[in-house]
């Protein structure tokens, strides 16, 4: 069983920066791949970034590629989303989820966090 906790979330204007964090416990976290996903009121939740066990593969959705960063430090048992150039149409409920591999589909991921909120001003 791993728990999940994410933290970084905020209000920022558009065109700022945050750094999300999911903290990691239980678990063999090594032996997870990492997602990132977002959910905006009234939609569905959608894949942002993933990552493999051991960083060496990563993915991002094209929404977001080349101004988010997904990371990780197994050592620490940390999983981190670099967010730059933040827009408008980031705003959304940001989750950590780890599962068996890296999927672009939420009902893949086996264990979840709790969420945090990002808010973007315009």
């Known amino acids: 069983q791993v728990q999940l906790v994410e933290s970084g979330g905020g209000l920022v204007q558009a065109g700022g920066s945050l750094r999300l964090s999911c903290a990691a416990s239980?678990?063999?976290?090594?032996?997870?791949?990492m997602g990132w996903f977002r959910q905006a009121p009234g939609k569905e939740r959608e894949f942002v970034a993933a990552i493999s066990r051991s960083g060496g593969s990563i993915y991002y959705a094209d929404s977001v590629k080349g101004r988010f960063t997904i990371s990780r430090d197994n050592a620490k048992k940390m999983v981190y989303l670099q967010m730059n150039s933040l827009k408008p149409e980031d705003t959304a409920v940001y989750y950590c989820?780890?599962?068996?591999?890296?999927?672009?589909?939420?009902?893949?991921?086996?264990?979840w966090g709790q969420g945090t909120q990002v808010t973007v001003s315009s």
């Open positions: 989820a780890a599962g068996g591999g890296i999927y672009y589909y939420s009902d893949r991921y086996d264990y």
């Open positions: 239980g678990g063999t976290f090594s032996g997870y791949a």
